[in-house]
């Protein structure tokens, strides 16, 4: 991703001459010795820094492709959805001492040169990893419906130097990313946060390539505290014409990994016939 041009033309050059790193954070040992006014100085540069370097990340962020169907088109789950509460599942070095990333990678056989989609991908856990894994041949496209979040991984795959990570905003009826452009989507722990999940799984359908893999994560727990039941996921896809191909128990209390293959030609079903799942046991 490019650097914004306010970032680098203007404010490094003034942030050099008060001691900020590249980052904007000022030097504080040199800081220190020029009192308080300079400090006070560095501290409003810094806040410009941070405030332009928003603003062009902002810029840069939008969606990757026009409206699919509307949300009132299809039915509303019946059950309870929960609310975005976090950009992210929880503590890196937790997920990484479980090799979280790993056990999906090698069971959605992912590969370098793919195009994988990292779907509600919040601070990056999976986005950063995803992209030393496809390498320089492939990318992620790194989605999600807050534009916030992804302007906090620009800023993080930036000071990686990951070069082929995408940013794609999204409806939450709708991914809003372009046709046959993936590989593969994973949708980890986010799948209970998604409002309209019969509209958002019809709407993600074209941006699937011809035997592209559906890889979702979540735990067996009522979808209003932050899981899915595997009996309830399965019913919601099966309902948009998703297919059922195999569910793996991740090692390390992670949940499971469900994945599904998407409808393809004749399988694809009208919006209008698509009927929502019953409240079930354990959805509550
Ligand atoms: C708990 S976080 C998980 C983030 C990341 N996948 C991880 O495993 O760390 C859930 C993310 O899903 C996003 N989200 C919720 N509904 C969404 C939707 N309809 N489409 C795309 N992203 C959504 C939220 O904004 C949030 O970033």
Redesign the pocket.
């Known amino acids: 991703m490019k650097l914004p041009v306010t970032f680098n033309l203007v404010d490094i050059t003034v942030g050099r001459h008060l001691g900020l790193t590249r980052t904007g954070q000022p030097r504080l040992n040199q800081l220190r010795m020029l009192g308080r006014p300079v400090m006070a100085l560095a501290r409003a540069a810094t806040l410009v820094v941070a405030f332009s370097a928003t603003r062009a990340y902002s810029a840069d962020i939008g969606y990757l492709a026009p409206p699919g169907v509307a949300a009132n088109e299809f039915p509303s789950p019946q059950r309870p959805v929960a609310q975005?509460a976090?950009?992210?599942?929880s503590a890196e070095e937790h997920r990484d001492a479980m090799d979280e990333a790993g056990q999906i990678a090698r069971l959605l056989e992912l590969k370098p040169g793919m195009t994988v989609g990292?779907?509600?991908?919040?601070?990056g856990?999976?986005t950063v990893r995803l992209s030393h894994l496809v390498g320089t041949a492939g990318s992620v496209v790194a989605?999600?419906?807050?534009r916030d979040?992804l302007i906090e991984l620009a800023r993080r795959t930036e000071l990686l130097k990951l070069t082929n990570v995408k940013f794609a905003l999204?409806e939450?009826h709708d991914?809003r990313l372009p046709a046959s452009s993936l590989d593969a989507a994973i949708l980890?722990?986010?799948y209970h946060?998604?409002?309209q999940p019969y509209a958002?799984l019809y709407n993600l359908t074209p941006a699937l390539k011809r035997g592209a893999r559906v890889g979702i994560v979540d735990l067996e727990l009522p979808t209003s505290q932050h899981g899915t039941p595997i009996e309830l996921l399965r019913c919601e896809l099966s309902a948009v014409g998703y297919r059922a191909v195999t569910t793996y128990k991740l090692a390390g209390g992670g949940g499971y990994l469900a994945v599904f293959s998407p409808p393809e030609g004749a399988g694809r079903k009208s919006p209008r016939d698509i009927v929502a799942c019953g409240d079930r046991a354990g959805t509550r």
């Not at 990292?118 to 601070?123: E, H, L, P, Q, T």
């Not at 989605?143 to 807050?146: A, E, G, K, L």
């Open positions: 975005i976090s950009p992210r599942r990292d779907i509600g991908a919040g601070s856990y999976h989605q999600d419906v807050r979040y999204g939450p991914p980890v722990h986010m946060e998604i409002a958002f």
